[in-house]
């Protein structure tokens, strides 16, 4: 005795067997795109992160990085001044300024990004300011903080410009 099939499970059954057939071949083609671009990056020696160590072995007495300009004082020769110290913890250094005597410091700490930190001082936007921040894995400048003097010139200020973390691929990421 024979049997009678809808014609909605054979058009079923052949897209089933269709899609069984194209996911096996899929599978078991090679492609020419690398094999571990999609492997976790715990798996991945050539992204493999290495923290800094948490202290110092030689921390330098003088300034890392300097930023200064000569104000507009007429009769004595000041400047804006803003340099940069290492601190026995490696991913903190301390900021002193200057202007025309007026005096102030500030803590900067850098996120560690796997690379031995680079800490960099830039011009600001303003006439007597400092933007500082760090050169990132890929060499990208990063802002942290702005040190700048008040229109009045009465005050030195040092505001957070931007926070950030590090992700699973060791990038930066603003927060």
Do not use: W
């Not at 057939?21 to 990056?41: E, R, W, Y």
């Not at 760090?134 to 009465?154: E, H, I, P, W």
Request: glycine residues 4%.
């Amino acid at each position: 005795m024979e049997q009678i099939v809808p014609t909605h499970t054979r058009v079923i059954s052949t897209i089933a067997s269709a899609f069984i057939l194209f996911s096996s071949a899929a599978c078991n083609s090679s492609s020419s795109q690398p094999a571990d671009t999609d492997t976790p990056l715990a798996k991945r020696p050539d992204l493999m992160f290495k923290r800094q160590p948490e202290a110092r072995e030689n921390v330098k007495k003088e300034a890392i990085a300097e930023y200064r300009i000569r104000t507009d004082n007429k009769l004595n020769e000041l400047y804006f001044t803003v340099k940069l110290y290492e601190t026995p913890v490696t991913m903190k250094y301390v900021a002193k300024v200057d202007f025309e005597g007026l005096t102030g410091e500030d803590t900067v700490k850098l996120p560690d990004c796997g690379i031995t930190p680079h800490p960099v001082l830039q011009k600001g936007p303003e006439k007597y300011s400092c933007i500082v921040g760090l050169m990132d894995n890929n060499n990208t400048f990063r802002q942290l903080k702005k040190v700048y003097v008040t229109d009045k010139g009465q005050e030195l200020k040092i505001t957070t410009l931007k926070h950030y973390m590090v992700t699973e691929g060791y990038r930066l990421v603003p927060q």
